[in-house]
């Protein structure tokens, strides 16, 4: 049995207000398709019968009337037999029949369900909470929430308050909680509510269209999942800068993948962050801050030991409203503090992606497979600034195999280390830059690759290796080139091999400390500055119209020890003094020694001399040029006193400065860095072998072969790579 709820006055079946007629009015009661009257009860237990037809009170209303499960026809006429009203297919359960059956076609049905409402209420079907209900269509499930619940997931229309129950594998669909998912109204407080009920493990499923939010609070352990880019979370402009932020403890353990965001941004940058890897706050998609570091005071240790966990993978990030937004930065994540963060397989279009910042250690970043299209600046940043007098870290950083298309306004299109710090020092360690795919244009005011750069105190303490990435920069236009250059790579420890830059602009191509090796540079450019004066291997073709040269410059009152070597120039105009195909400056006492051996200059027309020696203030006090070709006219512009020569070929004058000697294997780049011979480098129990300073990417001297050696890994038998492509060493 149940309460009929459907008619239980006149008003209420014809929609009007009382007037006096209703008075005395006749209500029927059938049995559903019949003109059968049904058995009416006074009382819930079915035992007391009443009168059918009823008659209404002088105010229209019916006496309280209990009918056997069932369906039901109900009619009303006024006391002139005229009849004011029917209503026909009334289901009535009994409430352990409501509790099993109760079941909607579509969320919208149930949420305009008049004859829902909680117990004891004169006019509905009775619900309890923790009653359950489903809608087919979705599959969703709630639990009835008691009547003055506060944390509910909706409401109904009538006022019925409901929990939204997780599907199989804690899994909460976005719709089941009744979000607009057309993009027309802001859908804040329902996201905010379906992400707290997520929180600590569940899986958030967007099944598809346009979700507007802005302001939400992520919290921890929840996953975000979608159907690729037509799942789309668009940030509402008119809100606040982020879509999504997470904060400290609840930036851990996130996972977003295969989803779609819209920044939807009129506005740029702020002036606290006009530089890259500050705090300030612009408009961003998802945002990640753990500053945990400085509020709860954390050492080194800890913060190292500590895994944020961030997976963001296989979504396609936009900014529809990019060709109106007129700044720099628009910004699809923004991680700042974090630990332990994967951003891969990722479409950026129009925004950037930021890595670092806030004046924070980071440890443990990869950055891989990802592809930018069109960002008006710094595509990857993985940028800090240090605090006045304190000392962050940045370690294990990889960033390889993404490929981007253009920078709008400003690169550089890889920005690591540091950016105009704030008294600090930055130390970076195990930085991987590889296999990345650049490509800029016009109007681009910077260069495509920087480390440690503009103005921070930063530097780079070992295993840095800047590898295999191609970069292109085009002026498109005819002209001669773009400002800046290509890579800029400022600190110690630092392994540049097996670049190719290409295109014409005002710097070098690539400007590197550490070992520059096996790098291919074409094009109207500088070409290559090996500024710690180890160049190996590399090729630079100025294609008839470059400046571009192999340069090393040494300044300041202290011994500088270079080696160059296997390198080959190409086709290079020269237009004067310091533009010689190979160029050395010794400069403010500098006192130099070094070998130029086995290099190839191969002139069709602009190159007048191959190797320019200037003493400016610095001596080169002992110099070995040999095994060198020179198609220039000569060999030497400038030389020095300094400097001796042997069995090189071409040109006309091999032997400006002397006779000829007999170095050999005695040349002085050894010095350059720590140096063994073959047999002990193939000693496991050697001391190169054994010590501590023997990690990934350290580097040797092999004094048989005259070669640099690079390690592989830390063990006593881990191998040591032949950096001039020869077979190297595997102790044993």
């Not at 006149?10 to 559903?32: M, Q, T, W």
């Not at 929430?145 to 929990?163: C, F, N, Q, V």
């Not at 353990?253 to 702020?270: A, E, K, M, P, Q």
């Not at 720099?328 to 992606?353: E, S, Y």
Request: aromatic share 6%; with cysteine.
């Amino acid at each position: 049995m149940s309460f009929l709820a459907a008619v239980t006055s006149v008003s209420s079946l014809v929609g009007e207000e009382h007037n006096p007629s209703f008075g005395g009015a006749l209500r029927y009661i059938y049995n559903a398709g019949t003109d059968v009257l049904a058995p009416v009860f006074r009382d819930p237990g079915l035992t007391t019968s009443m009168a059918n037809p009823t008659r209404a009170d002088a105010e229209g209303k019916f006496e309280s009337s209990y009918l056997m499960d069932g369906s039901y026809d109900v009619a009303v006429f006024d006391r002139k037999r005229r009849e004011l009203g029917r209503v026909e297919g009334i289901i009535i359960r009994s409430r352990l029949q409501v509790h099993a059956s109760m079941v909607y076609t579509t969320l919208g049905e149930l949420s305009d369900d008049r004859l829902l409402g909680y117990y004891g209420t004169s006019d509905c079907y009775e619900l309890l909470p923790d009653d359950q209900i489903r809608v087919s269509d979705g599959d969703f499930s709630y639990c009835v929430a008691p009547e003055d619940a506060e944390d509910h997931h909706l409401e109904t229309t009538h006022g019925i308050k409901l929990y939204v129950m997780p599907s199989q594998g804690n899994t909460w669909n976005l719709a089941a909680f009744g979000v607009d998912l057309t993009g027309e109204t802001d859908e804040s407080a329902k996201l905010q509510r379906a992400m707290d009920a997520a929180s600590g493990g569940g899986t958030l499923y967007h099944p598809g269209g346009i979700l507007t939010a802005h302001s939400v609070i992520g919290r921890a352990g929840v996953s975000i999942v979608g159907n690729g880019p037509k799942s789309v979370f668009r940030r509402l402009e008119a809100g606040g800068p982020t879509l999504i932020e997470w904060q400290d403890e609840e930036a851990e353990d996130v996972s977003i993948r295969n989803c779609g965001f819209d920044l939807c941004s009129l506005t740029g940058l702020s002036g606290a962050d006009l530089n890259q890897g500050g705090a300030g706050d612009h408009d961003c998609i998802l945002k990640f801050d753990d500053y945990r570091e400085q509020t709860a005071l954390w050492s080194p240790e800890q913060k190292a030991a500590f895994d944020n966990t961030i997976s963001i993978v296989d979504n396609h990030f936009i900014n529809s409203n990019k060709d109106s937004a007129g700044n720099w930065t628009l910004t699809g994540v923004i991680c700042r503090g974090i630990n332990g963060l994967i951003v891969r397989g990722n479409v950026f279009d129009g925004v950037q992606c930021k890595l670092a910042g806030g004046g924070l250690s980071h440890y443990r970043i990869h950055c891989v497979d990802n592809l930018f299209r069109e960002c008006q600046a710094y595509p990857i940043s993985c940028v800090a600034k240090p605090n006045s007098d304190t000392t962050q870290f940045m370690q294990d950083i990889r960033i390889a195999d993404n490929v981007v298309y253009g920078n709008g306004k400003r690169g550089p299109t890889i920005f690591t280390g540091v950016d105009d710090g704030t008294g600090g020092e930055l130390i970076v360690s195990n930085l991987v830059v590889d296999g990345n795919q650049l490509r800029g244009f016009a109007g681009v005011t910077a260069n495509v690759c920087f480390l440690i750069h503009r103005g921070g105190d930063g530097r780079l303490d070992r295993n840095v290796v800047i590898s295999n990435n191609v970069c292109i920069l085009d002026a498109g236009d005819g002209s001669e080139g773009i400002p800046g250059g290509g890579m800029s790579i400022s600190g110690a420890g630092v392994e540049t091999s097996g670049n190719t830059v290409t295109g014409r602009f005002d710097q070098y191509a690539i400007a590197s400390s550490g070992i520059v090796v096996g790098n291919t540079v074409r094009g109207n450019n500088r070409g290559i500055e090996a500024t710690d004066h180890i160049a190996i291997g590399n090729l630079i073709d100025g294609e008839g119209v470059g400046k571009s040269r192999l340069r090393l410059g040494f300044s300041g009152a202290q011994d500088f020890e270079f080696l160059v070597r296997n390198n080959t120039i190409i086709d290079v105009v020269q237009t004067g003094n310091n533009q010689c195909p190979i160029t050395l400056s010794a400069d403010n006492g500098a006192q130099v020694y070094g070998s130029i051996a086995g290099n190839t200059i191969i002139d069709r027309g602009n190159t007048d001399h191959g190797i320019d020696f200037n003493e400016n203030g610095g001596t080169f006090v002992e110099v070995l040029v040999c095994d060198n070709h020179c198609g220039a006219a000569t060999l030497i512009k400038r030389g020095a006193p300094g400097v001796k020569y042997q069995n090189n070929s071409g040109g006309t004058a091999q032997q400006v400065n002397g006779p000829w000697m007999d170095l050999g294997a005695a040349f002085r780049a050894a010095p350059i860095l720590p140096s063994f011979a073959a047999t002990d480098v193939a000693n496991a129990g050697h001391k190169v072998n054994t010590s501590a300073s023997k990690t990934k990417g350290a580097m040797i001297f092999d004094l048989t072969d005259g070669r640099i050696l690079v390690s592989t890994g830390s063990g006593t038998t881990a191998a040591w790579r032949a950096a001039d492509g020869s077979e190297g060493i595997t102790p044993v």
